[in-house]
């Protein structure tokens, strides 16, 4: 199994600044990529950044060129950088890992970081 535990939520301005950390433990040989979702009040959980085991990073199209997705391997964390922030990126951030060893698969998520941007 993983454990993953987020944190560097808060309250923040339009325009200002956070990072969120997800710091893995357990079998952390096992997590193929790493993704970082968001859930806003009445809405759809959805993909915000992915990152690959060979580090290759995604985005959707309403953060790219503002969000950067890094890992820091010696520290089993998976960052995410947010600039800009806007009041529409206010919502819960959960990290999320695919996770295989053989044959097995099976998905890890995290206990949920608040965002809220407003003024």
């Known amino acids: 199994q993983v454990q993953l535990v987020e944190s560097g939520g808060g309250l923040v301005q339009p325009g200002e600044s956070l990072t969120l950390s997800c710091a893995a433990s357990?079998?952390?040989?096992?997590?193929?990529?790493t993704d970082w979702y968001r859930q806003a009040p009445g809405s759809q959980r959805e993909l915000v950044a992915h990152?690959?085991?060979?580090?290759?990073?995604n985005y959707t199209d309403s953060v790219r060129g503002r969000f950067t997705i890094s890992r820091d391997n010696a520290k089993n964390t998976v960052y995410l950088q947010m600039n800009g922030l806007q009041p529409a990126d206010t919502a819960v951030y959960y990290c999320?890992?695919?996770?295989?060893?053989?044959?097995?698969?099976?998905?890890?998520w995290g206990q949920g970081t608040q965002v809220t941007v407003s003024s």
């Open positions: 999320h890992t695919s996770n295989m060893v053989g044959s097995w698969k099976w998905d890890e």
């Open positions: 357990g079998n952390i040989g096992s997590i193929r990529a």
């Open positions: 990152i690959a085991r060979d580090g290759t990073a």
